[in-house]
């Protein structure tokens, strides 16, 4: 359920209805936009009376909230919600594009990418410190010497850090040297990692399962919302189905149905979602065209020899390229990149 304030409601009347949640036992959730405050109500299963609070001074209305992920859902924010890192707004006018290596290899090869990256116009340097991977064999990633290569090569180069985190042990010193966290697919249903993650307040970038509807992956969400981290970024990487060309089905249609569902940004995954480089343009049109916020994109400086998914991984010329089709496309659509 939620409230909505009047626009003039004033602050002592919001205290108010405050009290009043947290008097009944459940939690509030605030929400401010541009003309009036909207006041999540969450709790346990026990059913919240909408007559504990339309009398209240202040409240224009009580709206209950049908989806089972309350803070993800529209009902509770109208507006879109723009996720800040370092200067750098995910969910505006502008669509965001991250790029880097999957895996960080050598000092070396971050700081050539960081490079090339940046002068092709990414805002955010991706690349994987530590690496949950199906063979216990596969290269693992560098673990924290990682974690200090990527921010160098990003405070060198102008840049903001995404990488992920793949247990509730490694948070800390993910927090110490990135500005987003990922969840990777693999772990968006470790619900505890999820509420940890979500406590740090740190922005979570969230990609779908391999195997998840979207109302998973908004639920998911949810675990993040709950524990008052608002700062979360939705990833569609790409699904598990039957098909045996790609390594993932790309689902561009979640794009725009995760955009009506929710406030929060959105990004896509071609990469993860082709696995194999010559696809990864197409996909990454295509997703700035149905209205994604950005993508995330694997760059490696020499990617036939890339210790980890060098097959779907853009040389630097041709991340040069994409970049301009993605900014034409999304000019077209009002937006830039």
């Known amino acids: ?89 995910i969910g505006g006018r502008s669509c965001v594009v991250m790029a880097g290596p999957c895996a960080v290899e050598t000092r070396e090869q971050v700081m050539e990418a960081a490079a090339r990256v940046k002068a092709a116009g990414a805002s955010i340097l991706r690349g994987g410190a530590f690496k949950p991977r199906t063979s216990p064999y596969a290269f693992q990633g560098l673990g924290k010497p990682g974690l200090e290569i990527l921010r160098e090569a990003a405070d060198k180069h102008d840049l903001a850090v995404v990488t992920e985190v793949i ?55 949810e675990y993040i919302l709950s524990k008052g981290n608002y700062n979360v970024i939705l990833c569609e990487r790409g699904i598990r189905t039957f098909e045996k060309f790609t390594r993932n089905t790309y689902d561009v249609s979640a794009v725009p149905v995760l955009k009506k569902l929710s406030h929060l940004p959105v990004v896509c995954d071609p990469s993860h979602a082709a696995g194999d480089r010559d696809l990864v343009p197409a996909l990454a049109r295509a997703g700035i065209a149905a209205g994604a916020d950005g993508l995330i994109i694997e760059v490696h ?35 830039s990149i």
């Open 167 to 221: 247990s509730v042990q490694d948070i800390p010193a993910v927090v110490e040297y990135a500005d987003i966290l990922q969840i990777g697919a693999r772990n968006m249903q470790n619900f505890n990692l999820l509420e940890e993650v979500g406590k740090e307040g740190r922005p979570v970038l969230l990609k779908r399962g391999m195997m998840s509807t979207i109302e998973e992956l908004l639920l998911s969400a």
């Open 301 to 335: 400086p020499h990617p036939e020899v890339a210790r980890c998914d060098g097959a779907q991984s853009l040389h630097p010329d041709q991340f040069d390229a994409l970049m301009k089709e993605v900014a034409a496309i999304a000019r077209c659509i009002g937006r």
């Open 1 to 89: 359920m939620i409230v909505v304030m009047k626009g003039t409601a004033t602050a002592r009347e919001t205290g108010a209805v405050l009290q009043t949640i947290e008097g009944l036992g459940f939690k509030p959730h605030i929400s401010s936009g541009e003309e009036r405050t909207v006041i999540g109500i969450i709790g346990n299963d026990r059913k919240v009376e909408s007559s504990a609070f339309e009398g209240l001074s202040g409240v224009e209305r009580v709206i209950p909230i049908l989806k089972p992920y309350k803070l993800a859902s529209r009902e509770f924010k109208q507006e879109d919600t723009v996720v800040e890192v370092r200067g750098c707004r």
